[in-house]
C-alpha cells in the first residue's frame, strides 16, 4: 500500500502518465531524484519556486498539482512561445541570451496568470520591460 496523498500522488500519477522516471522528471525539474521521491511519497514539501518547476516539467497547472480541483492537470494546450517585438528588440540591445528572454517572458506569464485577458494582453514598451527586468532580475537564472 502507498503513503502517497494529494501533491505527492498527483506528481506520481502525472509522471507515470507520461511514462517519465523519477530521474527524468529531476533532470527536467533541476532537482534531486531523492527529494522528488521523498515529494511523491508526502515525506518532503517543495518551496514554491521548486514546485512551480515540477508544474513545468510536467506541463501541469500548479493548481492542478496543488488542489486537483481543475479541468486536469494542463493548465492550457502548449503554445509556442511569442517573443514580443519590444522585449526581442531589447534582447539584441543588451545581448541577452534565448534562455534569458525566455525566462523573463515566462516570468511575465506567471505574474500575470490570474489577471484579466486585458492585463495579460497588453504591450509593454523597451522601456517597461527594461523596469521589469530589473524587478525580477534577482529571481532570473544565472545561465546568461
Given at each position: 500500500m502507498s503513503d502517497r496523498t494529494g501533491l505527492g500522488k498527483r506528481i506520481h500519477e502525472l509522471r507515470t502518465s507520461r511514462g517519465w522516471t523519477l530521474e527524468q522528471l529531476a533532470k527536467e525539474a533541476d532537482l534531486t531524484k531523492g527529494f522528488l521521491s521523498q515529494v511523491e511519497h508526502s515525506k518532503a514539501h517543495p518551496t514554491g519556486h521548486v514546485l512551480l518547476a515540477i508544474a513545468r516539467a510536467l506541463g501541469a497547472s500548479v493548481d492542478w498539482l496543488l488542489t486537483?480541483?481543475?479541468?486536469?492537470?494542463?493548465?492550457?494546450?502548449?503554445?509556442?512561445?511569442?517573443?514580443?517585438?519590444?522585449?526581442?528588440?531589447?534582447?539584441?540591445?543588451?545581448?541577452?541570451?534565448?534562455?534569458?528572454?525566455?525566462?523573463?517572458?515566462?516570468?511575465?506569464?506567471?505574474?500575470?496568470?490570474?489577471?484579466?485577458?486585458?492585463?495579460?494582453?497588453?504591450?509593454?514598451?523597451?522601456k517597461e520591460w527594461l523596469d521589469f527586468v530589473s524587478r525580477i532580475e534577482p529571481y532570473l537564472d544565472d545561465g546568461d
Open positions: 486537483g480541483d481543475s479541468e486536469g492537470p494542463v493548465a492550457e494546450s502548449a503554445r509556442p512561445v511569442e517573443v514580443p517585438p519590444e522585449l526581442a528588440q531589447l534582447a539584441i540591445d543588451k545581448g541577452w541570451s534565448a534562455r534569458r528572454v525566455f525566462q523573463i517572458v515566462g516570468a511575465r506569464s506567471d505574474l500575470l496568470a490570474r489577471r484579466s485577458d486585458k492585463a495579460r494582453h497588453a504591450t509593454f514598451t523597451k
